[in-house]
């Protein structure tokens, strides 16, 4: 059975997924993203996509943030490596890892679907 785009709660704020229907796009324009409660696991159940990513420090000029969604957008990134996933791959990304995820694996625009569990980072420290 596969799940309709939208959030699912597993535990509350603390752990959810969100399954997402999106469309690939090019470099110009985009933004690296960070956040600073949660976690990111994502997990490609169709499609897939070319994800810019690079160490967050702390110094880097936001061109948007957003905290009642807990994310920010970073004007570039330093040393940026690329990632290729695909359907079947899964990524972890903390909030010291800036993302610029959604990045188009050719040179057209594809669909995707991507799942992403949410895990606040208090759930790391508790015993």
């Given amino acids: ?7 699912y709660e597993i535990d509350g704020d603390r752990l959810f997924l969100n399954v997402m ?5 090019g ?11 949660y976690a990111d696991l994502f997990y490609w159940a169709e499609g897939g996509e070319k994800i810019g990513v690079s160490a967050y420090t702390g110094k880097e000029p936001i061109c948007e943030a957003k905290p009642e969604n807990d994310i920010a957008f970073l004007e570039s990134a330093v040393d940026e490596s690329f990632l290729i996933a695909k359907e079947g ?3 972890v990304f903390f909030p ?4 610029r995820p959604a990045l188009m694996l050719g040179d057209a625009p594809a669909t995707s679907r991507k799942c992403v569990i949410k895990i606040q980072m208090s759930l790391f420290e508790e015993r």
């Fill in 1 to 7: 059975m596969a799940l309709a785009p939208g959030r």
């Fill in 89 to 91: 791959d899964f990524a």
């Fill in 27 to 37: 470099f110009d324009g985009s933004h690296p993203e960070i956040h600073e409660k």
């Fill in 21 to 25: 229907d999106m469309t690939t796009h």
């Fill in 96 to 99: 010291w890892d800036a993302h």
